[in-house]
């Protein structure tokens, strides 16, 4: 039995389920941050922010994904992109 874990937690860990309480990315898939920030910021200012090919020349978010799962630096570059995005649009919180 795990020392300090809930019941509930060692259910979840017992099915596979990952406890990352301090990764942003967490249950958001690469699809849904690429859609989110084509529908923000469109493929030309994607291109314009992050100099990738798959960008700039005849971008779709399908061949967007297959590069970016191949190549781990431009994915970080796009997660990174998503979370500031992301940050900027949260409410701020008040005391």
Sequence with gaps: MLRGRTRDTVIELSYGMDIQPKNPMHGVTLKAALEHLVATYGWEDMA???RI???AKDPSINSSLTFLRRTPWARAKVERLYLVTVKKRAPRKTR
């Design 48 to 50: 314009r922010r992050i």
């Design 53 to 55: 090919n798959c960008f």
